[in-house]
């Protein structure tokens, strides 16, 4: 997608205190392109800001969809107090409106994660049940390593939403032609329409896109071939 297909959502961070852009000065994950995106806080201010898909159809989707790309944890002021997402089923184009994101905790090493609730929330670093966490990957990561990861919403007839969360290995296959497996130790969370499994109602629809939360000066991350697809 081009830069012209994204929207800043509006009440997050400003840019000044969380600088955003393309840039040719980090190295790309394998396969990208001449650039990718970037966010580097520049005062130790809480926050969170995030683009979504401005595409017809897309903003909302009237039902699931699927969000994918390339993301990573940079090295930078400290290895805690930040969080790159991945986002899908945002009730409104907001930092403090719910949804579900798929990305990496605030921990050293990280985990992908995936977490239903507000974007401002970030993806700490608890166990599952706790803070709207899903599902945790059982495999860990250091700060600087680029992961390709996929969260398929599906929205069924019966009002139940199937999130299955995968992850491409970039060390063998680039971002331009993945091979998808199932996230190890966190391949699909049912939330169900009765909200038994997650303790509230699924979300249906929504805006799709991704983001960045800080806590501290000079945390980074990076994003890179971000796709969204919407189930028809």
Same mark, same amino acid.
């Given at each position: 997608? =081009?830069?012209?297909?994204?929207?800043?959502?509006?009440?997050?961070?400003?840019?000044?205190?969380?600088?955003?852009?393309?840039?040719?000065?980090? %190295?790309?994950?394998?396969? !990208?392109?001449?650039?990718?995106?970037?966010? @580097?806080?520049?005062? =130790?201010?809480?926050?969170?800001?995030?683009?979504?898909?401005?595409?017809?159809? /897309?903003?909302?989707?009237?039902?699931?969809?699927?969000?994918?790309?390339?993301?990573?944890?940079?090295?930078?002021?400290?290895?805690?107090?930040?969080?790159?997402?991945? /986002?899908?089923?945002? =009730?409104?184009?907001?930092?403090? %409106? @719910?949804?579900?994101?798929?990305?990496?905790?605030?921990?050293?090493?990280?985990?992908?994660?995936?977490?239903?609730?507000?974007? @401002?929330?970030?993806?700490?670093?608890?166990?599952? !049940?706790?803070?709207?966490?899903?599902?945790?990957?059982?495999?860990? /990561?250091?700060?600087?390593?680029?992961?390709?990861?996929?969260?398929?919403?599906?929205?069924?007839?019966?009002?139940?939403?199937?999130?299955?969360?995968?992850?491409?290995?970039?060390?063998?296959?680039?971002?331009?032609?993945?091979?998808?497996?199932?996230?190890?130790?966190?391949?699909?969370?049912?939330?169900? %329409?009765?909200?038994?499994?997650?303790?509230?109602?699924?979300?249906?629809?929504?805006?799709?896109?991704?983001? /960045?939360?800080?806590?501290?000066?000079?945390?980074?991350?990076?994003?890179?071939?971000?796709?969204?697809?919407?189930?028809?």
């Amino acid at each position: 997608m =081009a830069a012209s297909d994204w929207t800043s959502l509006p009440d997050g961070l400003d840019a000044v205190s969380l600088k955003r852009g393309v840039t040719t000065g980090v %190295a790309r994950a394998n396969g !990208g392109g001449n650039f990718c995106f970037a966010w @580097n806080s520049t005062v =130790a201010t809480a926050g969170t800001a995030g683009l979504y898909a401005a595409q017809a159809n /897309f903003a909302p989707m009237a039902k699931g969809g699927s969000i994918r790309g390339a993301i990573q944890r940079g090295a930078g002021g400290g290895p805690l107090n930040f969080a790159p997402f991945l /986002f899908i089923g945002l =009730a409104s184009p907001s930092v403090g %409106a @719910n949804g579900y994101l798929l990305g990496l905790d605030d921990d050293d090493p990280h985990r992908v994660v995936l977490r239903k609730g507000a974007l @401002n929330v970030g993806l700490p670093a608890v166990s599952i !049940g706790t803070q709207g966490i899903l599902l945790q990957g059982t495999e860990t /990561f250091l700060n600087a390593t680029w992961l390709h990861i996929r969260l398929d919403m599906i929205v069924n007839t019966n009002g139940d939403v199937i999130l299955q969360c995968f992850r491409n290995d970039l060390t063998q296959n680039p971002v331009t032609t993945p091979v998808w497996n199932p996230l190890a130790g966190a391949n699909q969370f049912i939330d169900d %329409a009765l909200g038994i499994n997650s303790g509230s109602a699924p979300y249906t629809s929504g805006y799709a896109g991704f983001g /960045f939360a800080t806590k501290d000066v000079t945390r980074r991350g990076y994003q890179d071939h971000i796709e969204v697809l919407r189930q028809l």
